[in-house]
């Protein structure tokens, strides 16, 4: 009796390629990316909690009630264990989330070859840039990130827009990386343009207990530390990728 060949015998070095290249790259561009968080993001977060409860108030150009809050301790917001607890499940979020992100950018690294363009361990750096500018740029340009407490639109409403947004950008830079005439340039440029000329939803009104000043800093910070893991992911997931494909033709 033959043995049972597999249904579809091509495609399982790619998966097992896939999957882990994107587990190495993902959890070191989350590690990454979780250790910026703690530095630079989360002490803001901790500050706009503060006036999220009330512990602080902003008034404008009042330097005494600037200098009351400065004397607040942070731990208070997450509890005695509450900060140990925070920053597990933050580093592990993050970590899960670069995963899928890699998962994504591998799919795309092979959809990418069968067109016979190779991955080069030297481009890895600019998929990176690219993965950054299709999920948190061209959406933060629409929807910056947000302080706990600010006003926005309905939650499904940008969700929508983020997803569309995300989806059009990459497709609108494949096209015009890889693109091989002016029309599908073209076309690129229109499905990136697309959700910013129809807009993103926004609130009746921008109201938020947080300084604007503060809220500026987190999305620069968020959007920096987004910039850091991307780039980290986009050279890992071509540097794994091609030690898979170096390991299958030895």
């Not at 597990?88 to 363009?117: D, N, P, Q």
């Not at 939650?155 to 827009?161: A, G």
């Amino acid at each position: 009796m033959c043995a049972m060949r597999p249904v579809f015998p091509a495609t399982e070095p790619v998966l097992k390629k896939l999957v882990v290249s994107a587990l190495f790259a993902g959890v070191a561009a989350g590690l990454v990316a979780a250790l910026l968080q703690f530095a630079f993001v989360q002490p803001i977060l901790l500050e706009a909690e503060l006036y999220e409860s009330g512990q602080a108030v902003h008034s404008g150009n009042d330097a005494s009630a600037e200098h009351d809050h400065a004397g607040h301790d942070h731990s208070a917001s997450t509890g005695a264990g509450g900060g140990w607890v925070r920053n597990s499940f933050s580093l592990v979020f993050s970590v899960f989330t670069y995963v899928g992100y890699a998962l994504v950018l591998m799919a795309v690294f092979a959809f990418t070859e069968t067109r016979g363009i190779a991955i080069a361990k030297r481009s890895g750096w600019l998929w990176g840039l690219a993965g950054f500018a299709a999920a948190q740029f061209a959406p933060a340009l629409g929807l910056a990130p947000e302080l706990p407490g600010n006003a926005g639109a309905d939650l499904v409403d940008r969700q929508i827009w983020w997803l569309a947004t995300l989806l059009l950008t990459a497709v609108g830079l494949w096209l015009i990386a890889f693109g091989n005439n002016r029309g599908l340039w073209a076309l690129g440029a229109v499905a990136a343009l697309a959700p910013h000329l129809i807009g993103a939803p926004q609130p009746t009104s921008f109201t938020g207990p947080a300084p604007p000043e503060l809220a500026a800093l987190y999305a620069t910070r968020a959007l920096g530390t987004g910039l850091i893991a991307w780039v980290v992911l986009g050279v890992g997931a071509a540097y794994f990728w091609q030690q898979e494909n170096s390991a299958e033709t030895a």
